[in-house]
């Protein structure tokens, strides 16, 4: 008689478990804030109260809570306000460390908002985080993992070659723009020039198809980028020669690509402005990358087709030829040191 209520309160007890552990009162750290330094303990202390939130967390998820959740996050948010560097320093590598599994998980709620805790918490040792929750299914957790490390370009050189990589596979798979956007721009890491202009060589090249045939409006995350690229920040006039080269290759096969989209006008309303605005934002940033070795007047797409006229097709061809060549000649670019491919779009 008194055996069989005992798997029904075991079962009971399971359900309940999680959300007991969430409704404890985390442990005090309070005295810990402005602490130079954290001993072991400390340190466990800390881990102990964000094992805590990031519990209310989840449990607020399953329930749909989003009050709750978001008020957990803005609460984890609240401790580094006033905090020493080494409390803020071990609060971020808890919160990091911590939520990978949850952000790896299938509930996509829980997955942004841990996103967007990592990246409001703004320090390097998120990084980790960040990284696990780019290569979620859900775009909003994506689009706040880019973000984050967006915010953290400057500070990310211990794990720079780690997130360029990371941001390089992503970017080539990402199908929303605003998202593939902000993995661009996160990759211009000012502290790691050379490395990062070298990435996003790369996955400029990787996204040739996309340029060639996804609707214009699509390409504004490239249109967007190739501003941000231009920029003194950006490196790209300080770069080494060789960093350079792989560059120059790079934008010479986007400019074909957008010129050729242009001048076939296969594009209408807003898609031919997305691209006649990648092809002048692309050019600007070729110009850049050459001016100290070309030497005189470099050729100018853009200002032959905003000066528009019956033959604006034609002319716009015979000018991009004068950069990457044609069957007729050669171009600025076909020769050394850039040894671009005749026509700017390398064979596979």
């Known amino acids: 008689m008194f055996g069989r209520p005992v798997p029904l309160l075991l079962a009971v007890a399971a359900w309940m478990f999680p959300a007991f552990l969430a409704a404890q009162a985390p442990p005090n750290i309070d005295d810990l804030y402005d602490r130079p330094t954290l001993a072991p303990e400390d340190r466990e202390r800390i881990g102990q109260w964000v094992a805590s939130r990031l519990e209310t967390m989840k449990v607020a998820a399953q329930e749909g809570n989003t009050e709750r959740l978001s008020g957990t996050l803005r609460e984890v948010l609240a401790r580094i306000g006033r905090a020493s560097a080494a409390f803020t320093e071990e609060l971020a590598g808890q919160v990091s460390t911590q939520s990978i599994p949850l952000i790896t998980g299938a509930n996509p709620v829980l997955s942004r908002?841990?996103?967007?805790?990592?990246?409001?918490?703004?320090?390097?040792?998120?990084?980790?985080?960040?990284?696990?929750?780019?290569?979620?299914?859900?775009?909003?957790?994506?689009?706040?993992?880019?973000?984050?490390?967006?915010?953290?370009?400057?500070?990310?050189?211990?794990?720079?070659?780690?997130?360029?990589?990371?941001?390089?596979?992503?970017?080539?798979?990402?199908?929303?723009?605003?998202?593939?956007?902000?993995?661009?721009?996160?990759?211009?890491?000012?502290?790691?020039?050379?490395?990062?202009?070298?990435?996003?060589?790369?996955?400029?090249?990787?996204?040739?198809?996309?340029?060639?045939?996804?609707?214009g409006a699509e390409l504004s995350a490239e249109s967007a980028f190739m501003l941000r690229l231009a920029e003194p920040a950006?490196?790209?006039?300080?770069?080494?020669?060789?960093?350079?080269?792989?560059?120059?290759?790079?934008?010479?096969?986007?400019?074909?690509?957008?010129?050729?989209?242009?001048?076939?006008?296969?594009?209408?309303?807003?898609?031919?402005?997305?691209?006649?605005?990648?092809?002048?934002?692309?050019?600007?940033?070729?110009?850049?990358?050459?001016?100290?070795?070309?030497?005189?007047?470099?050729?100018?797409v853009s200002g032959l087709m905003m000066s528009g006229g019956p033959d604006v097709a034609a002319g716009m061809r015979a000018e991009l030829a004068k950069w990457v060549g044609d069957q007729n000649s050669k171009g600025l670019l076909n020769s050394p040191p850039w040894n671009v491919p005749v026509g700017g779009t390398p064979q596979p």
């Open 234 to 300: 950006a490196g790209v006039r300080n770069a080494s020669q060789r960093t350079r080269v792989d560059l120059v290759k790079s934008l010479a096969a986007v400019l074909s690509a957008a010129v050729s989209r242009d001048a076939a006008g296969r594009d209408q309303g807003s898609d031919r402005t997305e691209i006649e605005r990648l092809l002048v934002n692309t050019e600007a940033v070729l110009r850049l990358a050459v001016r100290e070795e070309i030497g005189g007047t470099p050729p100018d």
């Open 113 to 215: 908002k841990l996103a967007e805790l990592n990246g409001g918490l703004d320090h390097p040792r998120t990084a980790e985080g960040l990284l696990a929750a780019l290569q979620s299914a859900d775009v909003l957790t994506r689009y706040y993992a880019a973000a984050g490390l967006r915010r953290l370009a400057t500070r990310l050189d211990l794990v720079s070659v780690k997130v360029l990589n990371q941001l390089e596979q992503s970017v080539r798979n990402e199908p929303h723009r605003l998202v593939r956007q902000r993995m661009l721009e996160a990759m211009l890491l000012p502290n790691r020039a050379e490395e990062s202009l070298a990435t996003v060589a790369r996955a400029l090249l990787s996204s040739l198809d996309r340029l060639a045939q996804a609707p």
